[in-house]
């Protein structure tokens, strides 16, 4: 078997900005048509024949050659759709391995503020590091190619879900000494929560052979 990644394979630098980069388009009849057909293809292809180099390369894929191509095939696609759940999870797992350090803080707090199961689902281990949670991240993405896609993705929402807890939590507590910082945090928990919700229905609609 080829190895699909090959066709995505040109170095590009990574965006300054995780959430808020926008990518031109002349044709965006044109842009949905390749980033659903693309999508669809490489998970397909990968899936039937889940050989373990492939994954790697796809799972390290945002490392070696940033995000840009990637964002240019999927990022504007619905956000309940399998070119935008895809996205999503990249651009998380981008998120995570820049900025480790802050993700883990981030979690801890979740953790402890956040009722519920989602600490149990997303599967990180108590305490959480940052190297844990660079672990996990990948882990979840793993998923996506040779796993549960489904449960999966539950994974990334609930992993989402605990995070934007803690900036929620790191927000407040920076509200009266650093309002800046406390707005940045409180961007990144909005950002998260709307992350959370597309993935978990992304789940849901895959379940029923819906997620187009």
Do not use: N
């Amino acid at each position: 078997m080829s190895d699909p990644s090959r066709d995505f394979h040109k170095p590009v630098r990574r965006p300054a900005e995780l959430f808020d980069r926008r990518f031109a388009s002349a044709d965006p009849a044109e842009v949905s048509r390749v980033a659903h057909s693309t999508a669809h293809a490489l998970l397909a292809r990968v899936r039937a024949e889940p050989e373990g180099a492939v994954v790697d390369r796809l799972v390290s894929f945002t490392d070696e050659y940033g995000i840009d191509d990637i964002a240019e095939l999927w990022s504007r696609s619905p956000a309940r759709s399998l070119p935008g759940a895809l996205w999503r999870l990249y651009l998380l797992q981008l998120m995570i391995h820049d900025d480790p350090r802050t993700a883990a803080l981030l979690y801890e707090r979740g953790r402890a503020e956040l009722a519920g199961a989602d600490d149990l689902v997303a599967g990180a281990p108590s305490p959480a590091g940052p190297d844990e949670l660079v672990t996990l991240v990948d882990a979840i993405l793993r998923g996506v190619f040779d796993g549960d896609f489904a449960v999966a993705l539950d994974r990334a929402a609930a992993f989402c879900r605990v995070q934007a807890s803690g900036a929620t939590h790191l927000a407040d507590d920076y509200e009266g000494t650093e309002p800046e910082r406390a707005t940045t945090l409180t961007t990144r928990a909005l950002r998260l929560s709307d992350y959370a919700g597309d993935l978990a229905v992304s789940a849901s609609l895959w379940r029923r052979d819906a997620l187009a």
